[in-house]
């Protein structure tokens, strides 16, 4: 698989700190999908402006789309996950 084209169906999340994993179909949302899950996490705006769902990537090429990281922030593992994708067929989140 291309490490530049996102999985044709969707991708998992997975959550470092409790292992917890949580599909994201073509299209949706990182955020949506956990919230989904009942999860609690931090958001405001959910389009990639606010910069309020800030999420730290431990493992896999997310798809960034937001309109806040800088691309150094990005290399540092920064990850806006209301609006992100993924680029590989798993994006682990420090979560």
Known sequence: MSDTAP???????????SGKEVFVPTGGSIL?????????????CGVGI?????????SGKPDHRD????????EK???MI???GSLTPELELDL
Do not use: H, N, Y
Not at 32 to 44: G, H, S, T, V, Y
Not at 50 to 58: H, N, S, T
């Open 7 to 17: 999985p044709a169906d969707g991708f998992t999340v997975k959550l470092a700190r």
């Open 50 to 58: 606010c910069g309020a769902c800030w999420q730290r990537v431990v």
């Open 67 to 74: 309109f806040v990281l800088s691309d150094e922030e990005r």
């Open 77 to 79: 593992g920064a990850v």
């Open 32 to 44: 949506f999908a956990l919230l989904d899950e009942d999860l609690q996490i931090p958001f405001a």
């Open 82 to 84: 209301c609006c992100a």
